[in-house]
Nanobody, 125 residues
């Protein structure tokens, strides 16, 4: 059983929007911080955003601030990444991942235990 499953990727024109979903199976996300990472061809994996449990503090990499919004629906055991005003440089495989409780040090992928298989986002005209 795959613990995390991402969906919602696809091909979109510059300026368009997509909403990614990350659904957990076999465990509840209530006690986990959830982050979105992305990896473009030939580049290192990059942390994009993170949402903590509890008060739900949210964090974003500078390049997506004001364009992306992370949210969580614990009743659906799902975390979302709403991506607006997409740019070609947002093209990458997007992954969700979990760590206990808070987003501290979320920029380090080694802090995260469970990962999804990824969903491709392509921004191109």
């Amino acid at each position: 059983q795959v613990p995390l499953v991402e969906s919602g990727g696809g091909l979109v024109q510059p300026g368009g929007s997509l909403r990614l979903s990350c659904v957990a199976s076999g465990f509840t996300l209530d006690y986990y911080a959830v982050a979105w990472f992305r990896q473009a061809p030939g580049k290192e994996r990059e942390a994009v955003s993170c949402i903590s449990t509890g008060n739900g503090n949210r964090y974003y990499v500078d390049s997506v601030k004001g364009r992306f919004t992370i949210s969580r629906d614990n009743a659906k055991n799902t975390v979302y990444l709403q991506m607006n005003s997409l740019k070609p440089e947002d093209t990458a495989v997007y992954y969700c991942a979990t760590k206990a409780f808070y987003c501290s040090d979320y920029g380090s992928s080694t802090s995260f235990g469970s990962w999804g298989q990824g969903t491709q986002v392509t921004v191109s005209s």
